[in-house]
């Protein structure tokens, strides 16, 4: 089974650098995956569902996608546990005046599926039917992974951003955490949500990727893009109504890219026995360009608190483990 969405990209869905905006593209990736996840939950008789996005791996950003090309968004279940869908989606562009195409994106997503009598109870998902063996227990080592992965973000989930809507940047020194902090607040609306009344991933993770974005350009001022982003955990479901606050910060510096951990918190104000909770959280990776689209050098980042070091040397490990798992990759591939 797979599903595929086509579209052209429309000046609107630009950035300032004038390519398609990341969370267009984020935006995109998650409808395809929403889409053949819920169809092939309900291809049974059982009760009617809808796929909830959980969580997305590690994404990166390839290569850019212009204005004008035509996006293509494939998407196939290669994994099901009992209550679980995995996804794996490309995306290529292609450019109608010369035919040329090129991949640009690559993500990993999961789904939970939701009864549609009661969003509060997950069904079971109809397993698929595997070419080898070897498929299947690769993609339940998969599966174990991103459960723990989402266990130990869970419980370090405690973090609070305050919300820094207006703050006087003329008395905080340029290239800090708190001279770039930045957050957004939404009211979801009915055009946001699934038919459950719940946001779509998809509305949040480009929320999410504009935050980080601000954030991202106030450190360099200079053209900034999505590089990647590393795993999306959505923690629990964000209701119709609900007022969220997207709040980013910058973690990590290095030469040439920078980290920006993003939170979303939801206040459902209209259900008030409920206080406010951490509904999504997740690390962005940009670059700074210049005019011409050429990378920059990045400032580097200038820690204050115990706290904001502690953060620096984490984002540090975690860009020290990318990095030495991509050139892995170039060398397997280079013995192929």
Known sequence: MAQQLIRIMRPDDANFAGNVHGGI????????????????????????????????????????VCIGEVANVSAEITYTSRHSVEVQVNVMSENILTGAKKVTNKATLW??????????????????????????EE???????????????????????????????????????????????????????????????GVTMKLMDEVAGIVAARHCKTNIVTASVDAINFHEKIKKGSVITISGRMTFTSNKSMEIEVFVDADPFVDEARERYRAVSAFFTYVSLSKEGKPLPVPQLLT????EKRRFEEGKGRYLQTKAKRQAQLQQAALQ
């Not at 929403?34 to 994404?59: F, K």
């Not at 939970?112 to 299947?136: C, F, G, M, W």
């Not at 989402?150 to 419980?155: H, I």
């Open 25 to 64: 593209i984020l935006k995109m990736i998650e409808e395809a995956g929403a889409i053949i996840s819920t169809r092939h939950c309900n291809s049974q008789d059982g009760e009617p569902c809808v796929a909830a996005l959980a969580r997305v791996e590690r994404t990166d950003f390839l290569s850019p």
């Open 111 to 136: 789904y939970v599926p939701l009864s549609l009598k009661n969003v509060n109870k997950v069904v079971e998902v109809p397993p698929i039917q595997y070419a080898r063996k070897e498929q299947e």
């Open 139 to 201: 993609g339940k080592k998969r599966y174990e992974e991103q459960k723990l992965d989402r266990l130990e973000t869970k419980q370090r989930n405690g973090d609070v951003i305050f919300p820094i809507i207006n703050p006087d940047r003329q008395t905080k020194e340029p290239h800090t955490v708190g001279y770039s902090q930045s957050s957004l607040i939404h009211l979801v609306g009915p055009s946001d949500c699934t038919l459950l009344g719940f946001v779509h991933g």
């Open 304 to 307: 204050e608190t115990e706290d």
